[in-house]
């Protein structure tokens, strides 16, 4: 008989399964993203439900079953308050888990993609001054920096189609390839039988840059970058294309 395991993990979503029982979906450093099933979790007088919230980071320990495995225990170790309370950041951390949780199957273990999310989520639960243009840009920040995990990082510093520097001036995104392409290269695409102009959106200099400084450094940067709504505004479709395209 498999033994029970022991392991910490980012608790992603919670549902409601069979009468009195809930199943939960948890992303750990080791074990990837897991669906366990939570007993009695629906009872007023369940002291398992209350570390099982979705984003929460808890130890967990796993016990073996025949359909899904069991929670056998569960103790929360960061419930994330700064976030709990602040109905501007609960927005924000649920659409990165949405997206994390849509983007990243079941099994897959990759301790990089726990560290990002808990760093972000620790990230947003101490920020102080908290607006819906930073929560844009923490979100920007941590879907470049997700992609680029999971293995589509964009080439945000040369072109695509010749591999020549990209110059400051009129540059376009290739949502397909997941890159630049120079003004030049772009003029003669369009000439092409093969040309799709929804691949190729344009990019301003300063989008460039902050792709670039989202993509150099770690989240809690974030705090300190100070950009325009229109700025945001870009970064933000560009980011929604380029996952729509890999995904």
């Not at 994330?80 to 997206?99: F, H, M, W």
């Not at 470049?144 to 589509?152: I, K, M, R, T």
């Not at 695509?160 to 392409?181: C, D, H, M, T």
Request: one cysteine or more.
């Amino acid at each position: 008989m498999e033994e029970s395991k022991t392991t910490s993990g980012l608790i992603l979503n919670r549902q409601s399964y069979r009468e009195s029982d809930s199943l939960v979906t948890i992303y750990t450093p080791d074990l990837g993203k897991l669906n366990l099933v939570a007993r009695g979790t629906k009872k007023l007088q369940s002291k398992l439900a209350g570390h099982i919230e979705p984003i929460t980071l808890a130890d967990i320990m796993i016990i073996p079953g025949k359909g899904f495995d069991y929670i056998g225990s569960a103790v929360s170790r960061e419930v994330y308050t700064g976030i709990r309370r602040d109905l501007n950041k609960l927005y924000y951390a649920g659409q990165v888990i949405k997206l994390f949780n849509r983007l990243v199957k079941e099994g897959e273990a990759e301790a990089v993609l726990f560290f990002l999310l808990a760093d972000w989520l620790g990230a947003l639960n101490c920020f102080s001054d908290f607006s819906k243009e930073k929560g844009e840009l923490f979100l920007g920040f941590f879907t470049w920096q997700f992609l680029a995990a999971l293995g589509y990082k964009p080439e945000m510093y040369k072109c695509l189609v010749r591999g020549e520097e990209i110059k400051p001036g009129q540059s376009y995104f290739n949502l397909a390839k997941g890159g630049l392409v120079c003004q030049k290269c772009f003029e003669e695409q369009r000439t092409s039988p093969d040309f799709i102009s929804t691949e190729l959106l344009p990019i301003s200099d300063n989008c460039v840059k902050i792709i670039r400084f989202i993509l150099a450094n770690k989240i809690s940067q974030a705090e300190k970058v100070k950009i325009d709504k229109k700025l945001i505004r870009e970064l933000t479709i560009l980011a929604d294309g380029f996952v729509k395209f890999c995904f």
